[in-house]
């Protein structure tokens, strides 16, 4: 199982950034997957699931409305769409998927939010 995470970057408040995650290893549509972050100092917090089809999406209450995950079983691919972006957005974004009862992590992307 491998996933890697792309998109971060710096941006100013009131912002957008896409974040992507490539899956390969396991059979990606059988799966739903997940977006954590962790801030600086801060433990691991979940941001976002969406169902194994795409037809259900959760969010976490800090990042709803603004956030919208998505996902294209044909490219195995998992995506973050953020807009408005605030300070405390900032943080490592990581992919998940847990997979036969194990949880696999990609090695996260930085995002940076300046005010």
């Known amino acids: 199982v491998q996933l890697v995470e792309s998109g971060g970057g710096l941006v100013q408040a009131g912002g957008s950034l896409r974040l992507s995650c490539a899956v390969s290893?396991?059979?990606?549509?059988?799966?739903?997957m997940s977006w954590y972050r962790q801030a600086p100092g801060k433990g691991r917090e979940w941001v976002a699931t969406?169902?194994?089809?795409?037809?259900?999406?959760y969010y976490a209450d800090p990042v709803k409305g603004r956030f919208t995950i998505s996902r294209d079983n044909a490219k195995n691919t998992v995506n973050l769409q953020m807009n408005s972006l605030k300070p405390e957005d900032t943080g490592v974004y990581y992919c998940k998927a847990s997979v036969r009862g194990s949880d696999n992590w990609g090695q996260g992307t930085q995002v940076t939010v300046s005010p």
């Open positions: 969406i169902s194994s089809s795409g037809t259900n999406t």
């Open positions: 290893g396991f059979s990606f549509a059988n799966y739903a």
